[in-house]
Each structure stands twice: as structure tokens, then as C-alpha cells.
Nanobody
Framework: QVQLQESGGGLVKPGGSLRLSCAAS????????MGWDRQAPGKQRELVAR???????TYADSVKGRFTISRDFAENTLYLLMDNLKPEDSAVYYCRNLGLGIWGQGTQVTVSS
């Protein structure tokens, strides 16, 4: 059974940085595209970043140039480095295995002064 567990969320001031981590159990982490979704209150969940099985990233326009997605195949871990955070980045962030269509439980990110 594949499980995803996020960590690294918290409260940060505008302009600050956070790094989210997603530990993936199971042996098929390396063959699937992975991504990070977020959902703010009253808004639809959106995919903000994805990385292919070969490590090629793509980003939503809203985070391009500020967020960096990466994956560590040896550690079965997905990362999201978020720089220059804005209040509108506040949301619950979910790790997603795009191939299997499963999500973790999410981690809260709040950007506020």
C-alpha cells in the first residue's frame, strides 16, 4: 500500500520561505509523476507543481519563479521549496501521486504578518 505523508508546513511572514516534504512509502515512487496541490478555504484544489518520473518540473503560473519542486529517489521523498511567499499562498498543501491518484493528508501553510 502506497502512503504519502507531508510535513514542513507552518506560519511564515510574507517574503519568507518554507520547504515541504512528502515521504512516500511503497516501492513505486520512482515510476510515477508526483505533484503538490493546494486548497485554500472556499477555493478549488489546484495543482501548483508537478515533477515527472524523470525529474522534469512544471509549475502553475501563480508560483512560477518562486516554488521549486524536486524529488529524492534514494529517499522516496518529494519536496516543495517555497520562496517569497505571499498571503495568497496560504492553503493546505497536499502531496499527490499523479499515477495512482492518491493524496496525503495535507499540511497547513499560513502566510501572514
Amino acid at each position: 500500500q502506497v502512503q504519502l505523508q507531508e510535513s514542513g508546513g507552518g506560519l511564515v511572514k510574507p517574503g519568507g520561505s518554507l520547504r515541504l516534504s512528502c515521504a512516500a512509502s511503497g516501492s513505486i515512487f520512482s515510476i510515477h509523476n508526483m505533484g503538490w496541490d493546494r486548497q485554500a478555504p472556499g477555493k478549488q484544489r489546484e495543482l501548483v507543481a508537478r515533477v515527472s518520473a524523470r525529474g522534469y518540473p512544471t509549475y502553475a503560473d501563480s508560483v512560477k519563479g518562486r516554488f521549486t519542486i524536486s524529488r529524492d529517489f534514494a529517499e522516496n521523498t518529494l519536496y516543495l521549496l517555497m520562496d517569497n511567499l505571499k498571503p495568497e499562498d496560504s492553503a493546505v498543501y497536499y502531496c499527490r501521486n499523479l499515477g495512482l491518484g492518491i493524496w496525503g493528508q495535507g499540511t497547513q501553510v499560513t502566510v501572514s504578518s
